[in-house]
C-alpha cells in the first residue's frame, strides 16, 4: 500500500515568516500534486510536478519534486494570512486510472 | 470552477439506516471519484468510476457502493449507516493525462453525521 507522511500537521507562524511543508514515501510516484483547501470548500490544485528533481514556482510558493520520486516539498516565502489554509500532497501510481494518494494535510495558520 | 454539485450538503442520520449521496457533473468528464475526509487521515479513496457502470474500489470501500448509470451522475450508498461513517464526503472528477492522472475538481464536499 502506497503511504504519503506529511509534515508537519500542524504550523501556525507569523506573517512574513518562511515555512516549509513535506512530504514522503517510500513508494515512487509517477506524479505528485499539491492542493490547498479552505474551510468548507473541497481542494484546489496548485501545482502538479512530474520529473525527479523538478522545481516549481508558483509566486511566493516552491514546488519541489525528489529526485527519486518518492517525496515532495512545498516551500511558502514571506507567508501572507491569505496563504491560511489545508495544504495536501497527492501521489499518483503508475495505473492510468488517476487515482491520488492524498497525504494526511497541513493546517497553515498564518496570523497578522 | 468545475461544474460539479453534490447533494445533500448536510445530512445527519441514524445508525442502520441506508443514506444516498449524489454528485453530478456537467464537464462529461470520464473519471469520478468519492473520497472522504476525515482529521489527521486526509483524502482516503473509497470509489470510483471509469465509465459508465465500470466502477472500481478504492483504499476505505468496505460498507459503501457505488453506480454510475450516466455519465454526469455517481451515487455513493451507505446500506446501513455506521457511527464510523459519520465524516466529510467529497466527489471529483477527472480527465487522465498520458502521465496517468489529471487535476482532480472537486466538489463542495456533503457532512455526513450518524447517529
Redesign the interface.
Known amino acids: ?1 502506497q503511504l ?1 507522511e ?1 509534515s508537519p ?1 500542524f504550523l501556525s507562524i507569523q506573517e512574513g515568516e518562511n515555512l516549509t511543508v513535506y512530504c514522503n514515501s517510500s513508494s515512487v510516484f ?2 505528485l ?1 499539491w ?1 490547498r483547501q479552505e474551510p ?6 496548485l501545482v ?1 510536478v ?1 520529473t525527479g528533481g523538478e522545481v516549481k514556482k508558483l509566486k511566493r510558493l516552491t514546488f519541489q519534486f525528489g529526485d527519486a520520486r518518492k517525496d515532495s516539498s512545498l516551500h511558502i516565502t514571506a507567508a501572507q494570512p491569505g496563504d491560511t489554509g489545508l495544504y ?1 500532497c ?1 501521489g ?14 497541513t493546517t497553515l495558520q498564518v496570523k497578522p | 470552477d468545475a461544474g460539479i454539485t453534490q447533494s445533500p450538503r448536510h445530512k445527519v442520520t441514524e445508525t442502520g439506516t441506508p443514506v444516498t449521496l449524489r454528485c453530478h457533473q456537467t464537464e462529461n468528464h470520464r ?1 469520478m ?1 468519492w ?1 472522504r475526509q476525515d482529521p ?6 473509497i470509489h ?1 468510476s ?1 465509465g459508465v457502470k465500470d466502477t ?1 474500489k ?2 476505505v470501500s468496505d460498507g459503501y457502493s457505488v453506480s454510475r448509470s450516466k455519465t454526469e451522475d455517481f451515487l455513493l450508498t451507505l446500506e446501513s449507516a455506521t457511527s464510523s461513517q459519520t465524516s466529510v464526503y ?1 466527489c ?1 472528477i ?3 493525462t498520458g ?11 456533503s457532512r455526513l453525521t450518524v447517529l
Open positions: 500500500t504519503l506529511q500537521q509517477s506524479s500534486q492542493y468548507g470548500e473541497g481542494p484546489v490544485l502538479t512530474v495536501l497527492a499518483a501510481g503508475s495505473s492510468n486510472t488517476g487515482k491520488l494518494i492524498f497525504g494526511q494535510g | 473519471y471519484y473520497y489527521g487521515h486526509g483524502l482516503r479513496l470510483y471509469y472500481d478504492g483504499e467529497f471529483a477527472s480527465e487522465v502521465l496517468g492522472t489529471g487535476e482532480l475538481f472537486f466538489g463542495e464536499g
